[in-house]
């Protein structure tokens, strides 16, 4: 009797429908409330500039110095518009998301941590499946494997050597301190080193300095890994193609993600220019108890170019004692960051959210 109430219950939280296509191009005013939810975000920080992407206007999300959010901590600013819920897919089922956007305004080369300026979260997840991300002055986008994060495209340097960083800080066990320690060590130096060449080159030997290229000398690599406790020597030269994050601890760990890069393209700047993003995703799991059992799927092009596909385990694994209503992922967007100074404008265009891309909207030619 019991397994068949477990049954009916499970048959219940599948029974959501298909997505509602949506779409946006925020030419009409105020904000659509029937489309958003407006409940991470302050009536102040919000407003609308014109000319859009294409048409008459676009929605523009501010945060200022004196900004905290609803629902965020006092070193926390937050400022999110939400798709409503009648709009959100039944977890699991392939949808297609395209939307503009560019960034304004105050966005330190280093110092810019943990800010996230768009997501998809799905149930159970902690950290959102998928961002994008605006890091220490990179634009880039991340997905989740359970509570390890993986980069999948950004905006600037080598698709390869993304990769084969991250597959160095998977051999790292994630509870070892002194190594989390280190390759925070590491990162300071390697940002440091971008960012004020002239402080590092006084300060720190050349040969120092080397380790931390591509193709640098590997005993001079050996002795910095091992005054940092690093087993792996090769960290440190590779190191730098993913010094830019934030946390850098949520990469170590295996992940179940295959990353499918195209052609060594990188994403867009969106600080020099509106953005053209779309995104196909279809959510899964290979050990989800219940909800869709079998890889994620996810593929991404910005401004008409494919970037790269991914494959996996995306997301929060689904447990048979936690049950949770198989919806979403929702799609969110505007600023969540650690507090920074300055005036951070992050402008939104053209949003459209189908079951297929013949379903989105057409986007206008010019940019």
């Not at 991300?133 to 494997?145: E, L």
């Not at 030269?237 to 850098?248: D, G, H, I, N, T």
């Not at 790269?308 to 799609?331: H, I, W």
């Given at each position: 009797?019991?397994?068949r109430i477990l049954c009916l219950s499970f048959a219940?939280?599948?029974?959501?429908?298909?997505?509602?296509?949506?779409?946006?191009?925020?030419?009409?005013?105020?904000?659509?409330?029937?489309?958003?939810?407006?409940?991470?975000?302050?009536?102040?920080?919000?407003?609308?500039?014109?000319?859009?992407?294409?048409?008459?206007?676009?929605?523009?999300?501010?945060?200022?110095?004196?900004?905290?959010?609803?629902?965020?901590?006092?070193?926390?600013?937050?400022?999110?518009?939400?798709?409503?819920?009648?709009?959100?897919?039944?977890?699991?089922?392939?949808?297609?998301?395209?939307?503009?956007?560019?960034?304004?305004?105050?966005?330190?080369?280093?110092?810019?941590?943990?800010?996230?300026?768009?997501?998809?979260?799905?149930?159970?997840?902690?950290?959102?499946?998928?961002?994008?991300?605006?890091?220490?002055?990179?634009?880039?986008?991340?997905?989740?494997?359970?509570?390890?994060?993986?980069?999948?495209?950004?905006?600037?340097?080598?698709?390869?050597?993304?990769?084969?960083?991250?597959?160095?800080?998977?051999?790292?066990?994630?509870?070892?301190?002194?190594?989390?320690?280190?390759?925070?060590?590491?990162?300071?130096?390697?940002?440091?080193?971008?960012?004020?060449?002239?402080?590092?080159?006084?300060?720190?030997?050349?040969?120092?300095?080397?380790?931390?290229?591509?193709?640098?000398?590997?005993?001079?690599?050996?002795?910095?890994?091992?005054?940092?406790?690093?087993?792996?020597?090769?960290?440190?030269?590779?190191?730098?193609?993913?010094?830019?994050?934030?946390?850098?601890?949520?990469?170590?760990?295996?992940?179940?993600?295959?990353?499918?890069?195209?052609?060594?393209?990188?994403?867009?700047?969106?600080?020099?220019?509106?953005?053209?993003?779309?995104?196909?995703?279809?959510?899964?799991?290979?050990?989800?108890?219940?909800?869709?059992?079998?890889?994620?799927?996810?593929?991404?092009?910005?401004?008409?170019?494919?970037?790269?596909?991914?494959?996996?385990?995306?997301?929060?694994?689904?447990?048979?004692?936690?049950?949770?209503?198989?919806?979403?992922?929702?799609?969110?967007?505007?600023?969540?960051?650690?507090?920074?100074?300055?005036?951070?404008?992050?402008?939104?265009?053209?949003?459209?959210?189908?079951?297929?891309?013949?379903?989105?909207?057409?986007?206008?030619?010019?940019?």
């Amino acid at each position: 009797m019991r397994r068949r109430i477990l049954c009916l219950s499970f048959a219940f939280l599948a029974g959501g429908s298909s997505a509602k296509d949506l779409q946006d191009s925020f030419d009409s005013g105020p904000l659509n409330t029937s489309k958003w939810t407006t409940q991470e975000i302050f009536p102040e920080q919000m407003g609308f500039i014109a000319p859009g992407r294409c048409g008459f206007s676009a929605i523009e999300i501010i945060t200022r110095d004196g900004d905290n959010g609803i629902k965020c901590e006092d070193d926390c600013q937050r400022a999110e518009l939400r798709t409503a819920k009648a709009s959100w897919p039944s977890f699991g089922d392939e949808t297609w998301y395209a939307f503009s956007f560019r960034i304004k305004g105050d966005v330190p080369p280093s110092g810019s941590a943990r800010s996230v300026i768009g997501q998809w979260k799905g149930p159970g997840d902690h950290s959102p499946m998928i961002a994008q991300r605006f890091d220490n002055g990179v634009f880039h986008i991340t997905v989740q494997d359970n509570e390890i994060r993986r980069v999948v495209a950004k905006a600037e340097g080598d698709p390869d050597r993304l990769v084969a960083a991250q597959n160095l800080l998977a051999k790292l066990d994630p509870h070892d301190e002194r190594a989390v320690s280190a390759v925070k060590s590491l990162q300071s130096l390697d940002l440091l080193a971008k960012t004020q060449p002239g402080l590092t080159d006084e300060f720190f030997t050349e040969d120092l300095l080397k380790t931390l290229r591509p193709n640098s000398n590997p005993a001079e690599g050996k002795k910095l890994s091992e005054t940092l406790g690093l087993n792996d020597s090769s960290l440190v030269s590779q190191f730098s193609a993913l010094s830019f994050v934030a946390e850098p601890e949520k990469y170590f760990g295996n992940a179940n993600i295959e990353i499918i890069p195209e052609a060594n393209r990188a994403l867009p700047d969106p600080s020099k220019g509106w953005v053209d993003m779309m995104y196909r995703i279809k959510p899964g799991r290979t050990d989800n108890e219940y909800g869709p059992k079998g890889k994620g799927e996810i593929d991404i092009w910005a401004d008409g170019q494919k970037i790269v596909s991914v494959r996996g385990n995306l997301g929060a694994t689904l447990k048979k004692d936690t049950p949770l209503a198989l919806e979403g992922p929702y799609f969110k967007f505007g600023t969540y960051r650690l507090r920074i100074p300055g005036t951070f404008s992050f402008q939104f265009d053209e949003f459209s959210q189908a079951s297929s891309k013949d379903g989105l909207a057409p986007l206008c030619s010019a940019h």
